[in-house]
């Protein structure tokens, strides 16, 4: 099992729907949750990040974090092709503050 | 501009043949990492260094030695590089980095022959 795990893809979803993307992560104590956005041939950027259950918004992206199941998502609300990216979730693990473990990512088409 | 900056962005070498990739920071970042990129295995880290002189292994040390001489430099050695070393690498740095963002460089794309 891969300690942080995401569905390759693609998920497609038309302009303006809202895109779904989640990630499971198998270190129970995990403490910090990141999704990076990363646009081909380009390095990743912040999206979000999470500590706490329950919600997190910022514009139209939303983090959820449900630590009970060991999972994080992330809700794209209206869909734009610009979003279009491979998005990383990332896990900083519970026995080392220094150690942020990648999936392998999602990639996200959002069609026109 | 507050960046972390590789060079180069692309290399191809031989195998055997020594190599340096370099990476600095102007942030004042006392973190920095190194990764590895390759289709369906995500980011693996390198390695990574909390401080001057303080360096650890990542997930996927073997073949890669690093130093940081320097707060702002932490370049990635490959003493002897092999065709399985051929992949997509990237420097990123931060501040606290269990409660911040990490800032990438643009990344470099080796090909070992």
């Known amino acids: 099992q891969k300690e942080v795990e995401q569905n390759s893809g693609p998920l497609s979803v038309p302009e303006g729907a809202i895109a779904s993307l989640n990630c499971t992560y198998s270190d129970r104590g995990s403490q910090s949750f990141f999704w990076y956005r990363q646009y081909s041939g380009k390095s990743p950027e912040l999206i979000m990040f999470?500590?706490?259950?329950g919600d997190k918004e910022d514009g139209r992206f939303t983090a959820q974090l449900n630590k009970a199941s060991q999972y994080v998502s992330l809700l794209i609300r209206d869909s734009q092709p610009s979003d279009s990216a491979t998005y990383l979730c990332?896990?900083?693990?519970?026995?080392?503050?220094?150690?942020?473990?990648f999936g392998s990512g999602t990639r996200l088409l959002v069609r026109p | 501009e507050a960046q972390v900056t590789q060079n180069p962005r692309y290399l191809i070498t031989v195998t055997g043949k020594k190599l340096t990739v370099t990476c600095s920071q102007n942030?004042?970042?006392?973190?920095m990492s190194w990764y590895r990129q390759d289709p369906g295995l995500g980011l693996r880290q390198i390695y990574y260094s909390m401080n001057v002189e303080v360096t650890d292994k990542g997930d996927v040390p073997e073949g890669y030695k690093v130093s940081r001489k320097e707060k702002r430099n932490f370049p990635l050695i490959l003493e002897s590089p092999s065709p399985n070393q051929t992949s997509l690498y990237f420097c990123a740095s931060t501040l606290t980095p269990e409660d911040s963002p990490l800032h990438f460089g643009n990344g470099t794309r080796l090909t070992v022959t």
């Open positions: 942030m004042n970042h006392e973190y």
């Open positions: 999470i500590y706490s259950n």
């Open positions: 990332a896990v900083k693990g519970s026995w080392s503050s220094y150690k942020l473990i």
